[in-house]
T-cell receptor, first 114, second 115 residues
Framework: AQSVAQPEDQVNVAEGNPLTVKCTYS??????LFWYVQYPNRGLQFLLK??????LVKGSYGFEAEFNKSQTSFHLKKPSALVSDSALYFC????FGAGNMLTFGGGTRLMVKP | DSGVTQTPKHLITATGQRVTLRCSPR?????VYWYQQSLDQGLQFLIQ???????AKGNILERFSAQQFPDLHSELNLSSLELGDSALYFC??????????????FGPGTRLTVL
């Protein structure tokens, strides 16, 4: 069975500082990894995905994520946080043999303080 | 705005009742997925339809059912509602049958409150 872990319920960072939201996964075979963001009273918005190729994936709103196969991680990063980045972030994984199901982590709340 | 629409935004009902949630996918998308988001269970995949046919099933209760119509909109029917069914229900869509690399685009959700 595939699974995703987001070890931090909340991440606090000051505006202008770099941010990292952690994600680790467990799958059989190659992982296909996704990050989504959920703002209050809104649906999930797609940020980026890793399919194959370059381990550093660039996405929307200046976010990027680094795929590390040996550590089974896919951490979300941004060089300089904005207050408007404050939201709930979800990591998700798909793998062959698990149908079309996206398995989500529990989410990490990012709080960016001015 | 993802292009996926869901109605209604909010629904308040009583235990034992039946409700229908509606979803319209992005223009051109053939797959529709339903998810439930609750505080204790997190985000859970319920069911997927592709071009009118059920394609994949997740943790969907027998009291719940869904269908996708010829115009590709989908409805999720929840019956014999229990307090524990209170949650945010999301619809997502993707272009194809759900190839592993496909991105799913989510609607704004329907918040269901069962009293």
């Amino acid at each position: 069975a595939q699974s995703v872990a987001q070890p931090e319920d909340q991440v606090n960072v000051a505006e202008g500082n770099p941010l990292t939201v952690k994600c680790t996964y467990s799958v059989s075979g190659n992982p296909y990894l996704f990050w989504y963001v959920q703002y209050p009273n809104r649906g999930l918005q797609f940020l980026l995905k890793y399919i194959t190729g370059d381990n550093l994936v660039k996405g929307s709103y200046g976010f990027e994520a680094e795929f590390n196969k040996s550590q089974t991680s896919f951490h979300l990063k941004k060089p300089s946080a904005l207050v408007s980045d404050s939201a709930l972030y979800f990591c998700a994984v798909r793998a062959f043999g698990a149908g079309n199901m996206l398995t989500f982590g529990g989410g990490t709340r990012l709080m960016v303080k001015p | 705005d993802s292009g996926v629409t869901q109605t209604p935004k909010h629904l308040i009902t009583a235990t034992g009742q039946r409700v229908t949630l509606r979803c319209s996918p992005r223009s051109g998308d053939l797959s529709v997925y339903w998810y439930q988001q609750s505080l204790d269970q997190g985000l859970q995949f319920l069911i997927q339809y592709y071009n009118g046919e059920e394609r994949a099933k997740g943790n969907i209760l027998e009291r719940f059912s869904a269908q996708q119509f010829p115009d590709l909109h989908s409805e999720l029917n929840l019956s014999s509602l229990e307090l524990g069914d209170s949650a945010l229900y999301f619809c997502a869509s993707s272009e194809r049958a759900g190839e592993i690399t496909d991105t799913q685009y989510f609607g704004p959700g329907t918040r269901l409150t069962v009293l």
